[in-house]
């Protein structure tokens, strides 16, 4: 197996992240580190471990950038990703390898939440990663799904797919879970394997974390409604998820409430920005 950290700019969580999988590694699996930007990511990954192969890389790589650079370094029958800003929480590694062992060729990964003491990171949480909470039951998932995220693939999978998309600065993954529909690859999403996050830690931070996402999908995707009447009409819809988000976030049910008002505003500058800039790019 062949974890790949994908780091631009990651100096301050970088190495937590590179230990988070180390911590859990045997001698079958190989990690290896893909970072950009001009910062200190890579020669501290290399103090903290020196016997991580690290590609580094002076100008910025698109995150299918950085995975194809990590995919064509490494040499592992299963592939793995971990943003540089994230964990992977124990057991992650594991799961994934009974999963594949079991025959499923790509497994995608419920994510929780890495800062639990700030309200805003927990509405941020459900905002952006209400489909793929720790709570929701395992099972096949189609490419749209919004669990069709954090995935692991067979090299053979991979070889199938072709490179991920290095135009785009965001939604790489899915354009690739999309096209395993396509190709009729079955993509398996699995609680057990789970990957935590900080997101936004203030009201400020999730809206500017928030409408800067919605911004660059509207630039790849274009506006989400005609008009903004429209764009009215889809964030009332997003409460209609509300029920689901209940239903799995399992222990952590208590935090949907007391974070509503950080998701309800989160969602809506992510619309905002969304709708913006797609009519701009239009």
């Known amino acids: 197996m062949s974890v790949i950290v994908i ?3 990651n100096a301050d969580t970088i190495v937590r992240a590179v230990r988070s999988v180390a911590d859990q590694s045997d001698a079958g699996v190989e990690i290896v ?3 950009s930007g001009a910062d200190d990511s890579a020669a501290l990954v290399r103090a903290a471990f020196p016997a991580v192969r690290v590609v580094k890389s002076e100008i910025r790589l698109s995150p299918g950038g950085a995975r194809n650079a990590g995919i064509e370094t490494t040499t592992g ?20 390898r009974c999963l594949h062992d079991a025959g499923h060729p790509v497994v995608a990964s419920a994510v929780t939440n890495g800062d639990r003491r700030h309200l805003a990171a927990w509405g941020f949480h459900f905002g952006v990663f209400g489909d793929r909470l720790a709570g929701r ?32 600065r965001i939604g790489e993954d899915t354009n690739a879970s999309v096209a395993l529909d396509r190709l009729g690859v079955p993509i398996w999403y699995a609680p057990a394997v789970r990957t935590a996050h900080w997101g936004p830690a203030s009201m400020d931070a ?3 974390e928030r409408y800067r996402r919605g911004c660059i999908r509207g630039r790849i995707r274009g506006p989400v409604a005609p008009d903004w009447i429209g764009v009215a009409g889809i964030w009332l819809r997003m409460l209609t998820r509300l029920p689901k988000v209940w239903r799995d976030a399992g222990g952590d049910r208590w935090w949907v409430v007391a974070s509503l008002p950080w ?20």
């Open 7 to 9: 780091g631009y700019r």
């Open 33 to 35: 580190v893909v970072t």
């Open 77 to 96: 029958l299963v592939v793995a990703f971990l943003a540089a800003d994230c964990m992977a929480e124990p057991g992650w590694i594991a799961a994934r």
């Open 137 to 168: 039951r395992s099972g096949p998932v189609t490419g749209t799904d919004g669990a069709a995220h954090g995935c692991s693939y067979a090299r053979a999978v991979l070889e199938q797919l072709g490179r991920f998309d290095e135009s785009v």
């Open 206 to 208: 999730v809206v500017q």
């Open 263 to 282: 998701s309800i505003v989160g969602n809506a500058a992510s619309l905002i920005g969304n709708q913006r800039a797609g009519r701009v790019g239009r």
